[in-house]
């Protein structure tokens, strides 16, 4: 069954994810309380709405409840954002995500029982600064506050040393989950596969024993 989403907010954030939604062939519908931006996506998504969230009664007669996914991106006003969420909460809607402003912002959401809270200016900066940082690192996701996988590149130390060599499971507490060589991947590699330099490694683990790892052998 096809899921159905209603984004909330069509500004850069809000809209980027009305359009790839759309771009999945997802069932999307597009509010916003300023009619010039509502026109831009009546041809993009299923169905665009002018109207100001923060109302109950308009949210009611536009069924909201019976989104699986409910998507609140309003930036600039914070008041309006938390209304609206405390609303869709009230209203029963199963799952809201909501974009954070500021940290005080998200702690709000977060009472209010938004169930996934996203930070995009934040963590993408974060990402970006963690990318310059090491040049060893290409890409990281941040499973947890101190949870990532990370894409390493393999250095010449590396090179000829099989996985079992380097024990890096025993020794740095993080695993190899898949080891990318050219154009294949090799998933799960075992104890005896050999590293060679320029693989990337996909590691996953803390974040302090990615550091150890990437700091001593990488
Ligand atoms: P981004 O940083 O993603 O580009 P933005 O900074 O443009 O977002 P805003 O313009 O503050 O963020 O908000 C996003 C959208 O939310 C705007 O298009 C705005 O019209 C809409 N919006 C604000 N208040 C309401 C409301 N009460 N009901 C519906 N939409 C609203
Ligand atoms: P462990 O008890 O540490 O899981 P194991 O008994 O499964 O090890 P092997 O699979 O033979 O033993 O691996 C021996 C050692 O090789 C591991 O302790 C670990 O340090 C390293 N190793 C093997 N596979 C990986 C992997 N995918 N990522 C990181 N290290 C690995
Ligand atoms: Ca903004």
Request: with cysteine.
């Amino acid at each position: 069954m096809k899921k159905e989403f209603a984004v909330i907010g069509l500004g850069r954030f809000g809209g980027s994810i009305c359009r790839t939604l759309a771009q999945e062939g997802m069932e999307v519908l597009a509010i916003d309380i300023d009619e010039e931006r509502v026109n831009e996506f009546s041809n993009i998504v299923s169905k665009a709405v002018v109207a100001d969230t923060t109302d109950e009664k308009v949210l009611k007669d536009l069924g909201i409840r019976n989104f699986d996914h409910v998507i609140v991106a309003i930036g600039d006003n914070i008041q309006a954002s938390i209304l609206t969420t405390l609303i869709l909460k009230e209203l029963g809607v199963q799952k809201i995500t909501v974009k954070a402003q500021n940290d005080y912002h998200e702690k709000v959401l977060a009472k209010i029982g938004a169930d996934h809270i996203v930070h995009p200016e934040r963590d993408m900066g974060r990402r970006i600064a963690n990318n310059m940082i090491s040049t060893n690192v290409l890409d990281y996701l941040e499973l947890s506050d101190e949870h990532s996988i990370v894409e390493l590149i393999a250095s010449k130390k590396m090179d000829g040393k099989s996985l079992l060599e380097l024990d890096v499971r025993a020794k740095y507490g993080c695993t190899v989950v898949a080891i990318k060589r050219q154009t294949h991947i090799i998933v799960s590699p075992m104890a005896r596969e050999v590293i060679r330099e320029g693989d990337i490694l996909i590691v996953i683990g803390a974040d302090k024993d990615i550091n150890r790892f990437e700091k001593n052998i990488v």
